[in-house]
């Protein structure tokens, strides 16, 4: 459904990748390996419709999104989520910061509405919020404030905070690099619940392992590009190129 | 007039049945605790119109210039344009310009012969409100520019990603830069509301025939009172101003604070 098709993208003096094919369908989870510095963080970004490539097409079911209409693509650009590798969590109470993806796509009448019964304290959540923090396991800290959780939380919260408006896809950017093992495993638990309602999860991450534990399919991007996209099993028992096997068994080193 | 001066003569004014009671009337508790107050050479209602126009002149600029400086920030803010580096420069000597040069330059724009003479703007609180829009219009832009700078990009990149247009991560922006915002407007007020050179000079510290102020100011009755030898009157509307700056501070914390503790 979300498809880029020989996409290139440069930044500065060289390109980040050229040529560089990835579907992604709904209701699996790709990982997206590779060494760090090769170019996920953008990849994903223009996963998320955020980052136009120099060259090459993104489409979202059929629809081309960067020969789209603003309007069209900001509606396009809403049917996906991101995750990043630090929670970046609003300074407010965790239940408004999972309601923001819901609250700014209604109109501006309820907006202001909603936001003047907040400011005399009638206002209450949608229930995709409390779901939201059900799935990681947080229902309980909805009325405390942001910055009052540890870094563990506060990243859980950030992918509720993705989840609670029910996207299409929903990118992680290394979503557990900077978490304990616990919490790592939570957030795995709700990539894989994500994946059981028909989101597509997309998942950059240097950890290989998690690639192994989570992933239905890998994306190894080396380099310029995606040296191969194959099922996880596959891609670590029997690669098929050369340079992803050397990456995979560490003799490729950076 | 002292008060006490005036209280020998209510007698003959309402008759002397009221003799009897006048102490009570005047007295008790409350009098006995003012006694500073009531001796000092006050008319009825002068204080009162000093604090109005002080406040009337100083809120009404600061609010203006609020709506001027928070767009102008919000848009250096977020766009890079060729000459935003000299722009910003512009806007922090703003913030250290003289007050009287300010003045001088609004006199001369209000004056029979400046651009707008035709308004009959000398010596008005509307000339005063202009002269203090100048005078806090550079803190607050700058001040609310470094906030909204200050805000991590990856919240802003956060707000976008969940799909927020520009004016929705523009909103968040606002909201995660609200104390300093505050503390600009803030330092907006404090600039205007302690001023005397520019009101001075484009608001000529005048009263009427009645002692109500027209376009006197706490500060310019404070340094009209102090050049007059009335140290003590001088005092007690230093205190009036201390105390009144200091209530605005504590409005604005106690707003920002509900903030955090919602």
New interface residues.
């Given amino acids: 459904m979300l498809r880029l098709r020989n996409v290139s993208r440069s930044y500065g003096d060289g390109p980040v990748f050229r040529d560089l094919s990835l579907t992604v369908d709904s209701g699996e989870v790709v990982a997206v390996i590779g060494p760090s510095g090769v170019g996920k963080t953008t990849l994903l970004?223009t996963l998320?419709l955020?980052l136009e490539p120099d060259d090459g097409a993104v489409a979202l079911d059929g629809t081309d999104v960067w020969t789209a209409e603003e309007s069209e693509r900001?509606a396009l650009?809403?049917r996906?989520?991101?995750v990043?590798q630090?929670a970046?969590?609003?300074?407010?109470?965790v239940a408004r910061n999972v309601e923001?993806?819901l609250r700014?796509?209604r109109p501006w009448a309820d907006r202001l509405q909603a936001q003047l019964r907040s400011l005399v304290g009638l206002h209450e959540p949608a229930d995709a919020v409390g779901d939201a923090l059900d799935v990681v396991g947080l229902s309980e800290k909805a009325t405390q404030?942001a910055d009052s959780l540890s870094g563990g939380e506060a990243q859980r919260v950030?992918f509720a905070?993705?989840l609670a408006?029910d996207p299409d896809v929903l990118?992680l950017d290394e979503p557990t690099s900077d978490l304990d093992p616990r919490n790592t495993a939570v957030i795995e638990d709700a990539m894989a619940k994500a994946r059981d309602r028909g989101i597509g999860v997309v998942v950059a991450t240097h950890d290989m392992h998690q690639a192994e534990r989570v992933a239905d399919r890998v994306a190894v991007l080396l380099d310029d590009g995606v040296t191969e996209v194959g099922p996880t099993e596959r891609i670590f028992e029997d690669p098929s190129d050369e340079r992803t096997r050397k990456f995979i068994s560490g003799e490729l080193v950076y | 007039m002292p008060l006490e001066s005036v209280a020998p003569l209510l007698p003959i004014v309402l008759g002397s049945p009221v003799t009897a009671d006048l102490p009570a009337l005047l007295g008790g508790p409350v009098a006995a605790d003012l006694p500073a107050l009531l001796d000092l050479p006050f008319r009825d209602g002068y204080v009162w119109s000093i604090i109005y126009v002080s406040l009337y002149v100083s809120l009404t600029a600061v609010a203006l210039s609020t709506l001027f400086s928070i767009p102008i920030a919000v848009v250096m803010g977020f766009t890079d344009f060729p000459g935003k580096q000299f722009a910003k420069s512009v806007i922090n000597t703003g913030m250290g310009f003289p007050s009287v040069v300010v003045g001088l330059l609004v006199l001369f724009a209000v004056s029979n012969q400046g651009p707008l003479g035709a308004l009959d703007l000398v010596f008005t609180k509307q000339a005063m409100i202009m002269s203090q829009f100048v005078l806090a219009t550079p803190p607050i832009t700058a001040i609310s520019l470094a906030a909204i700078s200050g805000v991590d990009q990856n919240v802003r990149d956060a707000a976008r990603v969940l799909g927020g247009t520009r004016v929705d991560v523009a909103l968040v922006v606002l909201k995660e830069a609200r104390y300093g915002i505050a503390t600009a407007i803030l330092a907006g007020f404090g600039r205007a509301i302690s001023e005397v050179g520019s009101v001075l000079i484009v608001g000529g510290n005048i009263t009427g025939a009645d002692g109500i102020s027209k376009t006197r100011t706490l500060t310019t009755a404070i340094q009209l009172e102090a050049r007059q030898g009335q140290y003590e009157t001088a005092m007690i509307l230093g205190a009036v101003l201390v105390a009144l700056v200091l209530t605005v501070n504590a409005v604005v914390i106690r707003l920002g604070d509900q903030g955090v503790h919602r």
């Fill in positions: 970004r998320a955020s900001l650009r809403r996906v989520g991101m990043f630090e970046s969590l609003f300074d407010a109470p923001y993806g700014i796509r404030r950030s905070r993705a408006y990118l």
